[in-house]
């Protein structure tokens, strides 16, 4: 099936889209009221605005850099994962949310790269903690909190994977115990994200990446921004292969377009192929 993701409430109804996700908070900060046409999408611990408004939240390295947009390889700041205040608003959000649908999707969640978080709360939790490995204990904070957040939704939970599907990527990097995050979500997403798709061998490397590495299923997210429809319809049909679903990111009027051309092209009988 074929869903978008969007910040506007109206396009969730548009009748080309099955279903959709509803930016209900993103990596600025950003916050707006859950939508009930569709499932409410929340950035975890990415919230630029509170990293900039509270420094003593943001994530510290091993080498004492802050995981803000001042470092080269992040596009937005970071929230450290164990900031207890900061986890109940998400809480508290994630709530709100399911009263007005009960799926819920949880972006941004992880710690925002392998030597995060050195922070003094994260010193001292892991110190008082049961683990004696790092990264079994960065990894118990992601699954706390994912089931945390499981027990206020009463419907489906989808959660974002970054794209990289190559073994220990994800929990070395991000925290995420694929296994033991499978209890307790239903379908996983992964954006996979490109300005043109003028190639897609890549985007069939990842989705079968994946494919081995889940027990439970997974949709793919492709970007829609100023995307040539052929193009994206060619990538729609390499996702679909492997994909759940495949949803249309942030240009709805670009993907209805090319939902509208598949359309016509199977009653047709012509296919794009791969």
């Not at 909190?145 to 073994?167: Q, S």
């Not at 043109?196 to 889940?214: C, K, M, P, Q």
Request: proline content about 5%; hydrophobic content about 35%.
């Amino acid at each position: 099936m074929y869903g978008v993701v969007t910040r506007n409430p109206e396009e969730l109804d548009w009748p080309e889209f099955e279903w959709g996700f509803y930016e209900m908070k993103d990596v600025t900060g950003r916050a707006t009221e859950p939508v009930e046409s569709g499932v409410n999408m929340i950035s975890c611990f990415g919230d630029s605005a509170a990293a900039e408004s509270n420094p003593s939240l943001v994530p510290v390295s091993d080498e004492g850099e802050l995981a803000t947009r001042e470092q080269p390889y992040f596009d937005w700041g970071y929230i450290c994962p164990t900031r207890e205040s900061y986890r109940e608003g998400l809480l508290e959000m994630i709530s709100d949310a399911a009263e007005a649908n009960p799926d819920v999707r949880l972006d941004d969640i992880g710690f925002p790269r392998a030597e995060y978080c050195h922070c003094d709360q994260c010193e001292s939790e892991f110190e008082e903690s049961d683990y004696d490995d790092w990264q079994e204990w960065r990894a118990n904070v992601i699954t706390e909190f994912v089931t945390e957040a499981t027990d206020r939704i009463p419907g489906k939970t989808y959660l974002t994977l970054y794209p990289d599907p190559y073994p220990g990527h994800l929990y070395d990097r991000a925290g995420l115990d694929l296994d033991a995050l499978s209890e307790y979500v239903d379908e996983f997403v992964v954006p996979l994200y490109d300005m043109a798709y003028s190639t897609t061998y890549w985007l069939e490397v990842i989705a079968t990446g994946f494919e081995d590495a889940l027990d439970i299923p997974f949709s793919v997210e492709l970007y829609a921004v100023d995307i040539d429809i052929d193009n994206l319809i060619h990538a729609t049909e390499v996702a679909d292969a492997y994909a759940n679903d495949v949803f249309f990111g942030y240009e709805s009027s670009n993907a209805r377009g090319a939902i509208r051309r598949m359309d016509a092209d199977s009653r047709e009988g012509v296919s794009h192929g791969n």
